[in-house]
């Protein structure tokens, strides 16, 4: 997928955590996203991947560099991006219904204004029938099923996923990265995507990006040539297998670079 025109370019991006023992998390980042483009991260734990997640998001400022979101400069935290973490966040007293429509309602919005579109998202995400029902009621991949629904309501251009499957047992997360699939085929919003898993990596995206040893920088840039629509039947697929290995020559390579720095 061609990326141009650019939802998210980065260039130099570097980010020291200052002390008494300064920590570079991230150096000589340069990477483009293109509008509707789905975009996996990979690379070895602490290579900083999350945050670069959360300075595309707005929660942390970058020490050096220079990050511009739809042709302009990055501005604070808001609904243009939604963050979907590995803990759905949910609100345990509210229903999913109401967990979906939170904010539109703390916004004052009129009901009939964003009524139909929350059904429309919570249809789209299978939790059909489940409207009323709270989140001590629903299994973990339910749960992300409702965050999701939330965020897309929010009509946002960018989704920053951070590890949204991780903590989920292997056949729900496979039904997750399908129902993401389907969602992203569906809407096709911009989607940078952290994950460890090399599988689910070149499922989702068009692009993954392999970083390095902390301080990451990209080491890689790895388009993935699979057609779409995609499914699972996908990880038997030759060229599917071909990358998959390739990618983990380069997390190995790096994640011996991490251990023997530490």
């Given at each position: 997928m061609s990326p141009n025109p650019k939802a998210v370019e980065m260039h130099g991006i570097e980010k020291v955590y200052p002390g008494r023992h300064p920590v570079?998390?991230?150096?000589?980042?340069?990477l483009a996203v293109g509008d509707g483009e789905f975009v996996a991260l990979l690379g070895p734990s602490g290579c900083g991947k999350s945050t670069l997640l959360n300075i595309v998001a707005g929660f942390e400022q970058p020490t050096a560099g220079r990050l511009s979101i739809d042709g302009g400069p990055p501005r604070p935290p808001g609904p243009?991006?939604?963050?979907?973490?590995?803990?759905s966040a949910l609100f345990p007293w509210l229903t999913?219904?109401?967990?979906?429509t939170f904010g539109p309602r703390i916004q004052r919005q009129k009901r009939d204004s964003y009524q139909k579109e929350a059904q429309r998202y919570i249809d789209l995400v299978?939790?059909?029938?489940?409207?009323?029902?709270?989140?001590?009621?629903?299994?973990g991949g339910m749960k992300?099923?409702?965050g999701i629904a939330r965020c897309l309501l929010m009509q946002p251009k960018l989704f920053l996923m951070d590890e949204p499957f991780g903590a989920l047992d292997a056949q729900t997360r496979l039904q997750m990265q399908e129902l993401l699939l389907h969602v992203w085929e569906t809407m096709k919003r911009t989607v940078i995507f952290i994950t460890h898993d090399i599988d689910e990596a070149i499922l989702l995206a068009d692009t993954v990006y392999v970083?390095?040893?902390?301080?990451?920088?990209i080491r890689s840039r790895n388009p993935v040539d699979l057609p779409r629509p995609r499914n699972i039947d996908l990880l038997t697929d030759p060229t599917?297998?071909?990358l998959r290995r390739d990618i983990m020559l380069q997390i190995r390579e790096e994640a011996?670079?991490?251990g023997a720095a530490h």
């Amino acid at each position: 997928m061609s990326p141009n025109p650019k939802a998210v370019e980065m260039h130099g991006i570097e980010k020291v955590y200052p002390g008494r023992h300064p920590v570079t998390a991230l150096t000589g980042v340069d990477l483009a996203v293109g509008d509707g483009e789905f975009v996996a991260l990979l690379g070895p734990s602490g290579c900083g991947k999350s945050t670069l997640l959360n300075i595309v998001a707005g929660f942390e400022q970058p020490t050096a560099g220079r990050l511009s979101i739809d042709g302009g400069p990055p501005r604070p935290p808001g609904p243009d991006r939604a963050v979907v973490f590995q803990e759905s966040a949910l609100f345990p007293w509210l229903t999913v219904r109401d967990n979906v429509t939170f904010g539109p309602r703390i916004q004052r919005q009129k009901r009939d204004s964003y009524q139909k579109e929350a059904q429309r998202y919570i249809d789209l995400v299978g939790l059909t029938g489940f409207e009323g029902h709270y989140p001590d009621q629903l299994s973990g991949g339910m749960k992300q099923r409702v965050g999701i629904a939330r965020c897309l309501l929010m009509q946002p251009k960018l989704f920053l996923m951070d590890e949204p499957f991780g903590a989920l047992d292997a056949q729900t997360r496979l039904q997750m990265q399908e129902l993401l699939l389907h969602v992203w085929e569906t809407m096709k919003r911009t989607v940078i995507f952290i994950t460890h898993d090399i599988d689910e990596a070149i499922l989702l995206a068009d692009t993954v990006y392999v970083m390095s040893a902390r301080p990451g920088r990209i080491r890689s840039r790895n388009p993935v040539d699979l057609p779409r629509p995609r499914n699972i039947d996908l990880l038997t697929d030759p060229t599917f297998n071909a990358l998959r290995r390739d990618i983990m020559l380069q997390i190995r390579e790096e994640a011996g670079k991490s251990g023997a720095a530490h």
